[in-house]
């Protein structure tokens, strides 16, 4: 048995490089929201509406991470790194057949989808901007996620901080480049995202084809293998279905507020987004961790990783928390540089701040339950945690509170009631052992 010391040094070597990783991600929309942000409140409230559909689109794909990574560290738990690398493959050959099948269908429907914000014109020209051209950033996407996953199982958080890193710089260099330089506007910010994204592809597929040869595990797509990939992954699926149907319908609510406080959503739930990655790390170490355990049978060091990576998540959150509040004045000024945008925004981010310690709960929970394969029970837990956020959600768009104070509102509905929901379900079930089944 591990000693405490040696569990939270195995947390740590895990969430740390992971916590990169996962920041770097959501710098991603960061550094277009802040560049696209100083273009004018339109072109911002445009990519808001755009970057709820990508990520809507994105994170329903999510299970390839998520499915991948306790597949893949059980069999590398129960000893068995060829068949653990092989399963981790097959999940990045479907992640790229189901991307590029989700590019030409959105390219496509990207008219439709816009249109369904009902935003006023000059916000959806340019909302149909940008998401037309992130549409052929689909397949990198997904296969980095699959990618990522394959890596997490075989408890290596560090290379994907090394490839998100870079895969950042490169996409605020091509984004200031083809934005300011070559005069593109909000395209160039699509552009230089897509292209940064393929680059992560390639520098995955070299460092994923040396670890194939080193454990003697095969490149090609095996039926089976993608098969169980998308059997796995249909539960998550499901999951995140809920997930994104809580985040659409609360940018919907946004958009009828107005363009002003669409735009300051768009700037609270960028920040969110940059937290949950954060405190997500948690998570992530949660699931390598308990897949390896679950995969080797031994319970009792699944017990003692949910009470330290809770433990952790808890702690994490009151700091972030107090980021958040401490900086609540001027965030709003750094993405748009506008005085009135930024104190529209600032209650909302407050409430933002105060949510934090339970949101780093929930994220390590889920992340606990991920890996252990329990994905019934979360896609079932999604729809029981929209019956009390969606009646408050329902009153907020009724209300229709003008200015920061209907902007603080919506944020309490989303940040308060509905991640306190999260909490219940998954608190409930973690009480209990179904969750825990042992074995490959």
């Known amino acids: 048995m591990a000693t405490r010391d040696t569990l939270n040094r195995s947390i740590l070597r895990l969430a ?17 929201s802040a560049l696209v942000g100083h273009l004018g409140v339109t072109p911002l409230a445009g990519l808001g509406i755009a970057s709820a559909i990508l990520q809507t689109i994105v994170g329903l794909m999510v299970f390839l991470a998520y499915a991948t990574t306790p597949a893949v560290a059980r069999r590398f738990g129960s000893g068995d790194p060829a068949k653990a690398v092989s399963v981790g493959i097959d999940g990045m050959w479907l992640a790229l057949a189901m991307g590029a099948g989700l590019a030409i269908v959105g390219a496509l429907a990207t008219p439709l989808l816009v249109g369904l914000f009902g935003a006023e014109p000059a916000v959806a020209a340019e909302a149909e901007v940008y998401l037309r051209i992130s549409m052929w950033g689909l397949p990198a996407m997904l296969v980095v996620f699959a990618a990522t996953g394959l890596l997490r199982g075989m408890q290596d958080t560090v290379t994907p901080l090394w490839i ?17 330089g070559f005069g593109w506007g909000i395209a160039g910010s699509a552009l230089g995202t897509v292209v940064a994204q393929w680059g992560m592809v390639a520098a995955y597929v070299w460092v994923i084809g040396r670890l194939a040869r080193t454990h003697a595990a095969s490149v ?3 039926r089976d293998g993608v098969g169980g990939s998308a059997r796995a992954g249909g539960w ?13 319908a609360t940018v919907a609510v946004a ?4 363009t002003e406080e669409l735009a300051g ?4 739930f960028t920040v969110f987004s940059t937290a ?7 998570a992530i170490a949660a699931q390598a961790l308990i897949g390896k355990e679950l995969g080797a049978a031994r319970e009792g060091e699944v017990v003692r990783v949910l009470r330290r990576t809770v433990a952790w998540g808890t702690w994490f959150g009151v700091l972030v928390g ?5 900086l609540s004045g001027v965030i709003g000024l750094v993405f748009t540089g506008d005085p009135e945008i930024a104190a529209l925004v600032q209650p909302a981010l407050i409430v933002l701040a105060v949510a934090q310690p339970v949101c780093g709960i929930v994220f390590v929970l889920d992340g606990v339950l991920i890996g252990a394969g329990d994905a019934k029970y979360l896609a079932l837990a999604g729809l029981i945690n929209l019956v009390p956020f969606v009646p408050a959600l329902v009153l907020v768009g009724l209300l229709r509170p003008a200015g920061a104070a209907g902007l603080a509102w919506l944020s309490v509905a989303f940040f308060g009631v509905y991640m306190l929901a999260r909490l219940g379900t998954l608190g409930w079930r973690v009480r209990g052992a179904a969750w825990m089944t042992a074995g490959s």
């Open 236 to 248: 998550l699926f499901l999951r995140t279905v809920s997930l994104r149907a809580a985040l659409l």
């Open 220 to 222: 090609r797509p095996q």
């Open 164 to 180: 998100a890193g870079i895969g950042f710089a490169a996409n605020a260099l091509l984004n200031w480049l083809f934005i300011y």
């Open 265 to 268: 959503w768009q700037v609270a």
């Open 276 to 282: 949950a990655f954060a405190l997500d790390a948690l």
């Open 16 to 32: 740390v490089p992971a916590l990169g990783a996962l920041v770097a991600e959501p710098l991603f929309l960061i550094v277009d």
């Open 322 to 326: 107090l980021a958040i509040g401490g």
């Open 255 to 258: 958009t009828a507020l107005g």
